[in-house]
């Protein structure tokens, strides 16, 4: 028999899921960590219910944004790529992720590979060499049409395109419009969710330009040289995309039988155009099938804005993980963000998520039903009667298998969660209904109490199940304590058989899964902070020189009215000078008058709650706050800082 993607049923199935490759300019950030965990949990869910997986993520190191980029850093692109792409690749592990392989842009394979395909397409006519201008985003690495550009920028990177002009070798990406439209709608889930298959069609209704694949070598030289011109290199998306049938060892690897018709991409939104319109006719050109589903989910923004360098919100998923532990910070990513749609980060909304259904309702759960089955069940699991199995639970575990199940097809991950959560507050429910606290008052009870206990630690060992590839830790965790070995052999199939729970195994106590966090007293907030690597431009003497830095002595100090966090200084450095700093929260007037400081003293002015500021104090961020830099010995007030 054969199923709806024409896979033999009873055969494996298989599963092919890839992330983009992350551009090798910037260290990873959470949005970077959002779509790589979705990929691990799809991978996980794949490998547990039996799934034939390969899972993919990995670097994109060439073009120009890596060339600028590294020569602001004073080494070399390769250099540059090997720094940054070590990072995403540590990240891996320090997030659980699962992925089979690793590809970066500059292994040799990939750029045998791109040459290959390229020469492919160029034999078979469908490269021709010719000239364009048109306005070109360094940050989309890509031409933008007249209807892209607002205001004369580019909406998404905020920089103004730049006009380039020059021979160039071009893909005949028009020839293939028709096809893709006809494939779009020919196969509705092509592009999923919908919404971004809708504006992949919108941008079909417009004439299809032929795509410039090439940059000549005499403006960049990062990047895979054209098998067919030697003056030339590939054009970064060309390069980047292929990286997809690489990791299968495209043209002759077994892996590219197996896994290329089943291929789901996962990106965001920003870069559907070239998954969306580019891949497939480069798919088409180079006489492979189109993959199977481009899933598109949205963005994360940081306190309701973009996150970016210049804003300072970028937030890191290592300083999340590092604060809150890994489980609760995967748990957040996929249970508030419905997938398609943006969302907003905030450090409040995570910590309340974290005490709400982390420690109330799941963390409770575990430690009383654990508790209570130690002190009721001579701390092992008991054996019960097919009679006293709870019915009404074990249906409920059946419909969250089911919810489960069906938000895996469609990619509703929240979904997911939410259906586990609601079996999780079932179980709560048969608790306090229940009162085993009571029944285990009298004696008497104790086979009823018992059964109680047995259902309890099979629900506990179905949530467990149902959350692994979500958390993988914390669902370890709960099936040892009901004393089940190993873990990573159960499934789907162990719930619904449901007489899996081995009787007589011990019952042990752990620490708890997720402690509330008192956000008022005990969180600090992170600091969102530019990563910590060396990689800032060296500057030469004469540059640091320009910067004012004087010994300036405070002469009186008070609060700025209205604002909260500004205090108005006097300050000596060789002249009077008012400048407005936001240490109100960290230092009293008193604290401050008479101390000899650090400030820069040829900063513009600038007004800060309508008070004009003629300098900047130097302080730096502490876990308790902010400390301002201050003397260990004599200092002359007024004197430069060298
Ligand atoms: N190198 C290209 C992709 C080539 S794939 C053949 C690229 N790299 S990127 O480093 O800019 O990564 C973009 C991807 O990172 C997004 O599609 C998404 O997966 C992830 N995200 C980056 N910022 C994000 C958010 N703010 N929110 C959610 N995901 C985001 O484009």
Known sequence: MINEYGDAVNMPKSFYITTPIYYVNASPHIGHAYTTIVADVLARYHRMIGDNTFFVTGTDEHGDKIAEAAQKAGITPQEYADKISAQFRALCPELAITNDYFIRTTDPNHIETVRYILQKVYDAGDIYFGSYGGYYCFGCERFLTEKEIVDNKCPEHGREPQYIEEKNYFFKMSKYQDWLIKHITDHPDFIRPERYKN???????????DLCISRPKSRLEWGITLPFDENYVTYVWFDALINYVT????????????????????????????????????????????????????????????????????????DLKDKYGLDAFRYFLLRDMVFGLDSNFSEEAFVQRLNSDLANDLGNLVSRSITMAIKYCDGK????????????????????????????????????????????N??????????????????????????????????????????????????????????????QNLDMAGIRKDDDLKAGSPLTRGESLFPRINQEKESQP?????????????????????????????????????????????????????????????????????????????????????????????????????????????????????
């Open 199 to 209: 504006e992949a069609l919108a941008f079909l209704r417009e004439p299809l330009e």
């Open 526 to 642: 992170l600091e969102k902070k530019a990563p910590a690597i060396d990689l800032k431009p060296q500057i030469d003497y004469e540059e640091f020189a320009r910067v004012d830095l004087r010994v300036a002595k405070i002469l009186a100090a008070e609060a700025v009215p209205k604002a909260n966090k500004l205090l108005k200084l006097k300050i000596d450095i060789g002249e009077e000078r008012t400048i407005v700093a936001g240490v109100s929260k960290d230092y009293t007037p008193a604290e401050l008058i008479g101390k000899k400081i650090v400030v820069v003293a040829n900063l513009k002015p600038t007004k800060l709650m309508g008070v004009e500021s003629h300098g900047m104090l130097l302080a730096t961020d502490t876990d308790t706050g902010l400390t301002v830099l201050a003397f260990d010995r004599e200092a002359k007030t007024g004197a430069k800082i060298r």
């Open 247 to 318: 990791a299968l060892d495209y043209p002759d690897g077994e892996k590219f039988k197996t896994f290329w018709p089943v291929a789901e991409h996962l990106i965001a939104k920003d870069i559907l155009k070239p998954h969306g319109i580019y891949w497939p006719t480069m798919l088409k050109a180079a006489g492979i099938e189109p993959y199977r589903h481009l899933n598109v989910h949205g963005y994360w923004n940081s306190d309701q804005n973009k996150m970016s360098k210049s804003l300072g919100n970028i937030v890191r998923p290592l």
């Open 381 to 424: 699991v008991p054996q019960i009667q097919q009679k006293d199995k709870n019915k009404a639970l074990h249906e409920a575990a059946l419909k969250a298998v089911a919810e489960v199940e069906s938000s895996f097809k469609d990619m509703s991950l929240h979904k997911a969660l939410i259906a586990i959560w609601d079996f999780i």
């Open 426 to 487: 079932i179980t709560n429910k048969y608790i306090v209904e229940n009162e085993p606290w009571s029944l285990g008052k009298d004696p008497a009870n104790k086979e009823k109490l018992t059964a109680i206990m047995y259902n309890l630690l099979a629900a506990l060992r179905a949530i467990s199940i149902l959350l692994s590839p979500f958390m993988p830790q914390t669902a370890e965790k709960i099936l040892r304590q009901i004393g089940v070995d190993e873990p």
